[in-house]
Nanobody
Framework: QVQLVESGGGSVQAGGSLRLSCAAS????????MGWFRRAPEKERERVAT??????????YYSSSVEGRATISQDVAEKTLSLQINSLKSEDTAIYYC????????????????WGQGTQVTVSS
């Protein structure tokens, strides 16, 4: 049974940093797309960052809203996915979801079969 459990959310001052973690179980990381979506108040879910690793191939994606400020990474031994976001802005306030799906990373939320419960990130100015 696939499980994704997020942690690391909370309240942060603008300009600060946050590291979100996702503990995964029930599948192996190789050949699986993992990533983060977020849903800000009154907005659609947005793909924030994804990562796909298979053999020597690593493909990452960052939305334009976080590119240059965020880093997605996997720890295969610990079976965790992380997202580090620096220089936080009030626009980063959202519920962040860890996601996974077999194969290459796709674009929309509907392409991701497995979702965590989400963790709230609130950035205050």
């Amino acid at each position: 049974q696939v499980q994704l459990v997020e942690s690391g959310g909370g309240s942060v001052q603008a300009g600060g940093s946050l590291r979100l973690s996702c503990a995964a179980s029930g599948f192996t990381f190789s050949g699986v797309c993992m990533g983060w979506f977020r849903r800000a108040p009154e907005k659609e879910r947005e793909r924030v960052a994804t990562i796909y690793i298979a053999g020597d191939t690593t493909v990452t994606y960052y939305s334009s809203s976080v590119e240059g400020r965020a880093t997605i990474s996997q720890d295969v031994a610990e079976k965790t996915l992380s997202l580090q976001i620096n220089s936080l802005k009030s626009e980063d306030t959202a519920i962040y979801y860890c996601v996974a799906a077999p194969g290459w990373c796709k674009t929309t939320q509907y392409d991701y079969k497995y979702w965590g419960q989400g963790t709230q990130v609130t950035v205050s100015s």
